[in-house]
């Protein structure tokens, strides 16, 4: 750096009494320098390119690939079972259906009128042929 002075065009004055002001300028001389002052992103030039290393950053995308992959895996297992478990369970359903079938027509031709005469005729029972009132009016001491 250089320091070079410049003083007033004229010289001071007897009439004025302030001092004389000198300014100072410095030299920077830019095209001497090889690096700059702040250095903010580090050095990524040809040389420094093999070290950078990108077989970690692939391994984390596919590891998460991975992991992905299997939770779907696992949520569609466990769709799937849900599924076989619903179908396992309509057919009970329709088999207890039949079963409730059938027996409300078991139910429905044992009280049929025809079964219900050959069922009382075998415990003894007949038809009643005179007709019997009873007469709520009369008093009977």
């Known amino acids: 750096m250089a320091l070079t002075q410049f003083s007033p065009a004229s010289p001071a004055s007897p009439l004025t009494t302030a001092p004389v002001r000198t300014r100072v300028v410095r030299d920077f001389n830019l095209a001497n320098r090889t690096r700059a002052a702040l250095k903010l992103v580090p050095d990524l030039s040809v040389d420094n390119a093999a070290s950078v290393d990108n077989g970690k950053f ?84």
């Open 58 to 141: 692939i391994a984390i995308i596919a590891s998460i690939f991975i992991a992905g992959l299997l939770a779907l895996l696992a949520i569609n297992t466990s769709l799937t079972s849900g599924a076989f478990t619903m179908e396992n369970l309509k057919l009970k359903v329709a088999s207890v259906s039949d079963q409730r079938d059938a027996t409300l027509n078991q139910v429905a031709s044992y009280s049929s009128p025809d079964q219900l005469a050959a069922r009382a005729t075998k415990l003894g029972m007949g038809p009643q042929l005179t007709n019997n009132f009873v007469n709520l009016t009369v008093n009977k001491p």
